[in-house]
């Protein structure tokens, strides 16, 4: 099989300096840093063997580093000169040597202690830095597939990339000639080290970790199954024993989240399922290969279909295939507790998907902690949904922790400890049951009031089904944001009109009767549907988002309408667009429901009696046109995470900006102000549903500007209650009218902060 352009790109993305830098300095030490890189080299170029042999500048010869496919205990004993085998003449020509018949070669020169012989085919790169010598890079195939120019351009920019990355190490590599593994970085956590880190769901638990990282995975596994004596037999019953897995899990999950109900391992149960996939295997085992490398080599050629192919959403599918495998061949070596089994243990990793979330938590994981700084708010938004304890470090080398480790993470107190002594960890938890003795302990108010009677509407923001039940329990007036987005973006296809008509009418009927604000799909920005967007935006915040993405995709958007239409009962529906930018804007899309309410009465659907269509305020630019705007829209609510975002000009799911992110710029609180005014002018319903809705620093101010509905995550909703219980209306109007009268951020950061600290001193 010949390579593709598609997969070539991908080996070349692979091998970017940064992946290879991230790789280098999340090794032990030089030697398992080549180890991982043969690995890669050998699965991505489909090559038998693998090899890197580094250069001695002292002894002025070449050291065998690193292979897979060829003797391992070769290593460091094999040496060769300049010019001494094909290797040797890379190097010493400093050009790269491309052999079909490896034996017929000159100055071919076969090592006896490596087992080279059944490969013919070969393909070595010298690695150098300016004149520097490095090392080479070689790989090895059986007769049937000699390399090709693109193999060789491939391997070209690899060698180049580990220049750059050894060049950096030379001294350490010149320190060798005993043939011990270089010691470069290791990870060196005291017991119970306290890492600081950013609490996207609190929570407090502790358990063994398991590392998210299916490719070192596999090769874990890979290794392990080299000596199996298992037959066809075997196979079967792992398969069996997976597809039994898969469906318990698959049952789990519907009873957790029946909105994503069979969503994930679907897709993991169809892989068994394809008699292609199943056929091959045994066709390979029958000929004599092991089962699990016949497993292996069938699973490769499928993922690297997958990855090669431009779409994303086919992309992503390499992922279910390794879970496949990890399962598969786990339940083969009977090794499945340190590979897959995630129940009660914290999860590590470096980038999650959706679906990882929901795998996690359906599997019973204790917690998440993410170890890069690029934590994405659905992501986040997903892990509360979830009740799913989730911290962020940004300490990308905790993937490096061996196994059996175990974290403890405070999802209260933002931070993890690795490796706690017990006394710590019993202490946590004893000081977190106290306080929650003490939260237990406080009477559960049902309806909110200000100190001095006002009545104020507290709502929750909803993204999954299971939101509803914890809404239920914090005695919710109602939802003032339902995030339709969630069930897209953790789906493989859009929803059809009758599946979102399915889930709308579940949610309608558990609020029984109580209003429902849907808004319409906010996709874009980092909410990215994998299975349609096939580009990558320059500046996704900015680009196709939200409204725009449903008005551009008019038969998505009619489908939507039309099943939250036929939802809603007989009573009053309450439809909101995100992200509207204009008045045209708004009634484009109010003219789709219009339109989609004749068409649904004409078919003879039953229809809710009153239709309220309302807006998202989170685009600056409604600050100017909102008395217009209210000659068309039934309601407002503000969506400050976006609004602050835009105003500001701050990427808010970019840590790397966050300490301009702020909320309390006087320039984010005057325009509140007038919003908040204009919408109460002219008698239009007008509600807060960011994040500032529950932050306890505001809510002063926003009683003050006259919100009296606030949105948001259920868990928030007693503490909020108990705060506004403690508020005058008089003492927030105050605070409203002095804060937009500042000019810089620090003023109105100390007086937010006083008059918080003044209220819960009260009492
Ligand atoms: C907001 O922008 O404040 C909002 C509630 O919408 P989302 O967080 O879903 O973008
Ligand atoms: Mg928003």
Do not use: A
């Given at each position: 099989m010949s390579k593709t352009g598609g997969e070539i790109d991908r080996l070349k993305m692979l091998c970017e300096f940064s992946e290879l830098n991230w790789l280098f300095s999340n090794s032990e030490d030089i030697r398992s840093f080549l180890d991982k890189i043969v690995q890669m080299v050998s699965k991505h170029m489909h090559a038998g063997a693998a090899t890197v042999f580094l250069w001695n500048d002292n002894k002025e010869e070449l050291i065998l580093e690193a292979t897979i496919g060829l003797n391992k205990g070769a290593i460091g004993q094999v040496r060769l000169k300049p010019g001494e085998g094909l290797t040797g003449l890379a190097l010493l020509n400093k050009q790269p040597i491309l052999v079909e018949n490896a034996d017929a070669h000159p100055q071919f020169k076969r090592i006896p202690s490596i087992h080279e012989e059944k490969f013919k085919n070969f393909l070595a790169v010298p690695i150098l830095r300016g004149i520097m010598n490095i090392g080479v890079i070689s790989i090895q195939r059986e007769q049937e597939r000699p390399f090709k120019t693109e193999d060789l351009q491939a391997l070209t920019v690899i060698a180049s990339q580990l220049a750059n990355i050894l060049e950096n190490t030379r001294t350490h590599l010149m320190s060798d000639t005993d043939g011990r593994a270089y010691p470069l970085k290791s990870l060196q956590m005291k017991e119970g080290e306290r890492i600081d880190g950013k609490t996207a769901c609190t929570g407090l638990q502790s358990g063994e970790i398991f590392i998210l990282d299916r490719e070192r995975s596999l090769s874990m596994l890979s290794e392990e199954v080299i000596s199996d004596e298992d037959t066809l037999e075997d196979f079967k019953k792992a398969v069996e024993k997976t597809e039994r897995q898969l469906r318990e899990l698959q049952t789990k999950t519907e009873e957790l989240l029946d909105d994503t109900a069979s969503l994930i391992f679907t897709s993991h149960l169809l892989i068994l399922k394809d008699q292609d996939f199943i056929g091959e295997i045994h066709r390979h085992i029958q000929k004599g290969s092991k089962p699990s490398t016949a497993i292996f080599k069938v699973a490769d050629r499928y993922m690297e279909l997958f990855a090669s192919n431009p779409s994303p959403f086919v992309k992503e599918k390499v992922h279910d295939v390794e879970d496949v495998i990890l399962r598969l061949v786990g339940n083969l070596v009977k090794e499945t507790d340190a590979s897959i089994n995630m129940k009660g243990r914290i999860l590590i990793a470096r980038e999650l998907y959706p679906s990882d979330i929901l795998q996690a938590s359906s599997e019973g994981a204790a917690g998440i902690v993410l170890?890069?700084?690029?934590?994405t708010s659905h992501i986040s938004i997903l892990s509360q949904s979830l009740r799913l304890p989730m911290v962020i470090v940004d300490r990308p080398e905790l993937m490096n922790l061996a196994p059996h480790q175990r974290v403890i993470m405070d999802g209260h107190d933002d931070c993890i400890y690795v490796n706690p002594p017990k006394e710590l960890e019993q202490r946590l938890f004893r000081e977190r049951k106290g306080e929650d003795a003490k939260t237990g302990k406080t009477a559960v108010l049902k309806t909110t009031k200000t100190k001095d009677g006002t009545k104020i509407t507290l709502m929750a923001n909803v993204n999954?089904?299971?939101d509803i039940d914890h809404a239920e329990k914090a005695h919710a007036?109602?939802?003032?944001?339902?995030?339709?987005?969630f069930p897209f973006l953790i789906r493989s296809n859009f929803p059809s009109e009758e599946e979102q008509y399915t889930l709308y009418r579940k949610i309608c009927t558990a609020m029984r009767g109580k209003p429902v604000v849907f808004r319409t799909l906010d996709i874009g920005?980092?909410?990215?549907l994998s299975y349609y967007q096939d580009y990558q935006e320059r500046n996704p915040f900015l680009g196709l988002r939200s409204i725009r993405f449903s008005l551009m995709h008019r038969d998505t958007f009619r489908e939507q309408i039309r099943a939250i239409l036929r939802a809603s009962g007989g009573g009053t529906l309450r439809i909101m667009f995100p992200m509207i930018s204009s008045v045209e804007e708004f009634i484009e899309a109010k003219n789709v429901v219009i339109d989609c309410k004749k068409e649904l009465k004409k078919e003879g659907y039953p229809l809710p009696r009153i239709v309220k269509i309302g807006m998202m305020v989170e685009v600056p630019s409604i600050t100017e046109i909102m008395e217009d705007l209210c000659d068309y829209a039934d309601f407002f609510s503000i969506g400050t995470n976006d609004f602050i975002q835009y105003i500001l000009a701050v990427d808010r799911s970019n840590e790397k900006v966050a300490?301009?992110?702020?909320?309390?710029h006087p320039s984010v609180l005057r325009s509140l102000k007038r919003i908040v005014e204009t919408a109460q002018k002219r008698n239009k319903e007008i509600a807060v549903c960011g994040e500032m809705a529950r932050q306890e620093l505001f809510i002063p101010f926003l009683l003050g500007i006259g919100v009296r509905v606030f949105s948001m995550g259920a868990t928030y909703i007693p503490a909020t209650r108990k705060l506004i219980s403690r508020i005058t209306l008089r003492e927030a109007r105050e605070t409203a009218t002095r804060a937009v009268q500042f000019k810089t951020c620090s003023e109105t950061e100390v007086l937010l902060t006083e008059t918080l600290n003044k209220i819960k001193s009260r009492n």
């Open positions: 170890v890069s700084g690029g934590i999954l089904i299971s007036e109602g939802v003032g944001l339902y995030r339709t987005e920005g980092d909410k990215i300490e301009f992110y702020l909320s309390h």
